[in-house]
Antibody, heavy 122, light 111 residues
Framework: QLQLQESGPGLVKPSETLSLICTVSGGSITSNTYYWGWVRQPPGEGLEWIASISYSGSTYYKPSLKSRVSISVDSSENQFSLNLTSVTAADTAVYYC??????????????WGQGALVTVSS | QSVLTQPPSASGTPGQRVSISCSGSSSNIGSNYVYWYQQLPGTAPKLLIYRNNQRPPGVPDRFSGSKSGTSASLAISGLRSEDEADYYCSAWDDSLSGPWVFGGGTKLTVL
């Protein structure tokens, strides 16, 4: 059974960079059948897709966040990571990592991590 | 403001049938599959319906999905207390909003 686990600081200061890692177990990240992505959920609000990456390095970014976001894959560690720069309080959210099907036209998010709460505050 | 529009809340009594709508546009629902996710309190979302009306293994047949034009619906029949959760629709979007978009979510209360 595939499992995903987010890790990273739970508190980030305004204007600094939020960095999260998602560790994948029970399966390999080295498959171009899937994308690996990040979705966040501000407290009491809905889901917002942030970014996705394939094993071969193809990336997709939410247009409104593109200037501040980067996503990368480390196949040697079976991990992928998210960096979000110049954070503000509006970036406070639970951040989920997830696997989804790499097929245009689909939104098949099959496996999710448990989520990591990141609070932006001084 | 979400690209896909859902009612913020819905409710029903045990045994009832409830329906949750999801409205989009030609760039998302109108030309791509719709997916539905269930998020129980304090947990990660779970895939409930894929490709408009298909259920993954383990999802009860009380849950069904449909799509017509640029709108979709999730129906839950024989409502149970454990169905109380947030429900999100999602789709691929061919416009500059995407490619992956979610609805704002609907909180279902079982009275």
């Amino acid at each position: 059974q595939l499992q995903l686990q987010e890790s990273g600081p739970g508190l980030v200061k305004p204007s600094e960079t939020l960095s999260l890692i998602c560790t994948v177990s029970g399966g390999s990240i080295t498959s171009n059948t899937y994308y690996w992505g990040w979705v966040r959920q501000p407290p009491g609000e809905g889901l917002e897709w942030i970014a996705s990456i394939s094993y071969s390095g193809s990336t997709y970014y939410k247009p409104s966040l593109k200037s501040r976001v980067s996503i990368s894959v480390d196949s040697s560690e079976n991990q992928f990571s998210l960096n979000l720069t110049s954070v503000t309080a509006a970036d406070t959210a639970v951040y989920y990592c997830a696997r989804h099907l790499a097929m245009p036209g689909t939104a098949f998010w099959e496996y999710w991590g448990q989520g990591a709460l990141v609070t932006v505050s001084s | 403001q979400s690209v896909l529009t859902q009612p913020p809340s819905a409710s029903g009594t045990p045994g009832q049938r409830v329906s949750i709508s999801c409205s989009g546009s030609s760039s998302n629902i109108g030309s791509n599959y719709v997916y539905w996710y269930q998020q129980l309190p304090g947990t990660a979302p779970k895939l409930l319906i894929y490709r408009n009306n298909q259920r993954p293994p383990g999802v009860p047949d009380r849950f069904s999905g449909s799509k017509s034009g640029t709108s979709a619906s999730l129906a839950i029949s024989g409502l149970r207390s454990e169905d109380e959760a947030d429900y999100y629709c999602s789709a691929w979007d061919d416009s500059l909003s995407g490619p992956w978009v979610f609805g704002g979510g609907t909180k279902l209360t079982v009275l």
